[in-house]
């Protein structure tokens, strides 16, 4: 059975950073990412890491402050927030794809976990 379990997520202020964390289970590729959906909006793909390869690419609305890395362990990824904004505030997913790892849209992707939501306060 794949598992993916988030952690990490909380209030912060405006400027404030957070580091939320995926440990996924019960499937072996490599391709995993971190969505987000805010209230009355869409969700939207945020990272992707190629835990094989450390390849990664995150979208240029957080290019700069958001770093996607992974873990020692095995399927464990991390999402390194820095100088977060009101407009980052979302449930962030984390996802795994089976896959090639060339894509964000959320329809690559294979097993979610069940989210871990991020506030920024202005």
């Known amino acids: 059975q794949v598992q993916l379990v988030e952690s990490g997520g909380g209030s912060v202020q405006a400027g404030g950073s957070l580091r939320l964390s995926c440990v996924g289970s019960g499937y072996s590729r490599n391709c995993m990412a971190w969505f987000r959906q805010a209230p009355g909006h869409e969700r939207e793909g945020v990272a992707i890491?190629?835990?094989?390869?450390?390849?990664?690419h995150v979208v240029d609305s957080v290019k700069g402050r958001f770093t996607i890395s992974r873990g020692s362990a095995k399927n464990t990824v991390y999402l390194l927030m820095t100088s977060l904004r009101p407009e980052d505030t979302a449930v962030y997913y984390c996802a795994a794809s089976l896959g090639s790892c060339g894509s964000l849209s959320e329809y690559e992707f294979n097993y979610w976990g069940q989210g871990t939501q991020v506030t920024v306060s202005s």
């Open positions: 890491i190629n835990t094989a390869s450390g390849g990664a």
